[in-house]
């Protein structure tokens, strides 16, 4: 005959699994409203990151400055002078020469439009001068139609660029003070917290920004990667414009997803402005092999050496946080990954029992004197 269920045991199962849903309610709960704080709060946590991010990048060079002598001040304000000096020096590295073939490109745009009409005019589409016109015509009415949605959606992309001036700007302001300031960072919140806090909470932040560190370091490699790949491709293909497209390729590698996004419409533009349709299909094909190989084997690979964390979570972290929030969760999805997996570490090894101390070994038996019988054990 089965065994019957012991109803004793079936009770404390239960009452077990429901006080630990009941944990995880709580857990999910106080979760919510922390992101839900975190959102009231976004206008001034998203300049923070921004500034740890710009802060990783530059603090190398600001402990160099600092370990030869150099005065807090006077190391931080060189380091944010020399910073925007290059961030204004890849801008010109970018628009200088191609503003100085703006008017081939502008010409060469002209031509693409005319040889697409006149393919499209051709067999198999047959699209006629009359079709065209009046594609165009019924385009003006629905923009004419649609000219409050456009200055609603013009207003809000002013905006959004005042409102990215802004955290430039105050991100930059930060990222000066923390250059500073921040090695005086933790002892000040050691003195401030009590208690246990006093320990904890220093030694996570102070992983933390190592795992900062290691994520801004991992990216800017990919970005390198990109950049030379691409920027080899674009050469023998013979595209014009390959130091701008490659420096592009590298900025806008920070920006996950939108960043290659852009950067290769760009060149396949150029490419097809300037070579043709066909020299156009190859740099496309090269662009998408190499962001194949960026996603699936150098950003997993680098990343998850440098940050402690395997392949497969970085991939489902970016998956996860592109479909959250976007280009800004695309970004944040790594670090913050890897700050989870810091503080479960660290919580880990403070609730991990410590390892038992190894038995003494018993005294050895005393050697023979020469001549002597050997002692029995």
């Not at 904890?200 to 990667?225: C, E, I, K, N």
């Not at 070579?275 to 990343?303: C, H, K, R, T, Y």
């Amino acid at each position: 005959m089965p065994a019957s269920l012991s109803s004793t045991k079936t009770r404390s199962a239960l009452s077990t699994s429901a006080r630990i849903s009941l944990q995880l309610l709580v857990i999910l709960v106080m979760a919510g409203v922390a992101l839900w704080l975190l959102g009231k709060m976004w206008s001034v946590i998203w300049p923070l990151v921004v500034a740890l991010l710009l802060t990783t990048l530059t603090w190398p060079l600001a402990r160099f400055l600092r370990r030869h002598g150099w005065r807090p001040a006077l190391a931080a304000t060189t380091v944010t002078l020399v910073s925007l000096l290059v961030a204004a020096g890849i801008i010109v590295l970018i628009a200088v020469p191609v503003a100085a073939q703006a008017g081939d490109l502008a010409d060469g745009v002209v031509d693409g439009i005319s040889k697409v009409r006149e393919w499209a005019a051709g067999p198999p589409l047959n699209i006629g001068d009359a079709q065209v016109n009046s594609a165009f015509d019924a385009g003006v009415q629905r923009i004419q139609n649609s000219v409050g949605s456009i200055l609603t959606a013009t207003v809000t992309g002013v905006g959004t660029v005042v409102n990215g001036i802004v955290t430039t700007l105050l991100a930059i302001f930060l990222m000066f003070f923390f250059l500073k300031d921040g090695p005086r960072f933790l002892p000040w919140l050691t003195r401030q917290l009590p208690g246990r806090l006093a320990v904890d909470v220093p030694t996570v932040a102070a992983r933390s920004w190592d795992t900062l560190g290691a994520f801004v370091r991992s990216q800017a490699f990919v970005g390198l990667l990109d950049a030379v790949f691409i920027g080899v491709g674009l050469w023998i293909v013979g595209v014009p414009l390959v130091l701008p497209l490659a420096v592009l390729t590298f900025v806008t590698a920070f920006v996950p997803i939108v960043g290659a996004l852009f950067a290769g419409f760009v060149a396949v533009l150029i490419a097809l402005v300037f070579n043709g349709p066909v020299d156009a299909l190859i740099v496309l094909g090269i662009i998408v092999a190499v962001q194949q190989l960026e996603g699936n084997v150098f950003q997993p690979m680098v990343q998850s050496r440098g940050l402690g964390l395997h392949a497969a979570v970085v991939l489902l972290a970016v998956t996860l946080g592109g479909s959250l929030a976007g280009i800004v969760g695309s970004l944040l999805a790594v670090p913050v990954a890897a700050l989870i997996a810091v503080c479960w570490s660290y919580l880990r090894e403070q609730l991990s029992e410590p390892d038992p101390a190894p038995a003494p070994d018993p005294d050895p038996l005393p050697e023979p004197e020469p001549g002597a019988a050997p002692v029995a054990p």
